[in-house]
């Protein structure tokens, strides 16, 4: 092959060539490529850095307001449970009168014997009044 016998012939030309056109190259990249890719490198950290920095506000304001919101759901919780409460007692009371009218034929032992001696209330069975013990009591007064 003709081109190995040329090679010592031309070979220091083509060292010479190659360091020109590696120089040339460099220095394009180095002084026109490379401050733009830098300065865009530079300017997306900045951005990036500015993007958590509001994120984490706006993380601290979500924190902030949920801490509000459960603040705010726990007084309404301990608000429902005492209305529950309330209405529970009252609806009671209500409906124990309504029982107490109801059975009006309920009283108490006057004479002071076992029927009601601990002041419980008899019932009527018929023409006869009893206690909660189911002694008959025969001096009770409607």
């Given at each position: 092959?003709?081109?190995?016998?040329?090679?010592?012939?031309?070979?220091?030309?083509?060292?010479?060539?190659?360091?020109v056109?590696?120089?040339?190259?460099?220095?394009?990249?180095?002084?026109g490529?490379?401050?733009?890719?830098?300065?865009?490198?530079?300017?997306?950290?900045?951005?990036?850095?500015?993007?958590?920095?509001?994120?984490?506000?706006?993380?601290?304001?979500?924190?902030?307001?949920?801490?509000?919101?459960?603040?705010?759901?726990?007084?309404?919780?301990?608000?429902?449970?005492?209305?529950?409460?309330?209405?529970?007692?009252?609806?009671?009371?209500?409906?124990?009168?309504?029982?107490?009218?109801?059975?009006?034929?309920?009283?108490?032992c006057?004479?002071?014997?076992?029927?009601?001696?601990?002041?419980?209330?008899?019932?009527?069975?018929?023409?006869?009044?009893?206690?909660?013990?189911?002694?008959?009591?025969?001096?009770?007064?409607?």
């Amino acid at each position: 092959m003709p081109q190995i016998v040329q090679l010592p012939y031309i070979f220091a030309s083509q060292l010479f060539w190659l360091a020109v056109v590696f120089g040339i190259i460099f220095f394009v990249i180095g002084r026109g490529m490379l401050p733009k890719i830098q300065s865009t490198v530079e300017l997306r950290e900045k951005q990036i850095a500015d993007d958590l920095e509001r994120a984490q506000a706006a993380r601290s304001e979500a924190e902030e307001t949920e801490a509000a919101w459960r603040a705010r759901m726990d007084v309404a919780g301990a608000d429902a449970a005492r209305i529950a409460q309330e209405a529970k007692q009252d609806s009671a009371a209500k409906t124990e009168a309504k029982v107490r009218a109801a059975a009006g034929g309920v009283g108490r032992c006057d004479a002071g014997h076992g029927c009601a001696a601990d002041g419980h209330q008899n019932r009527r069975e018929g023409s006869r009044w009893r206690g909660e013990g189911g002694t008959e009591c025969l001096s009770f007064r409607p």
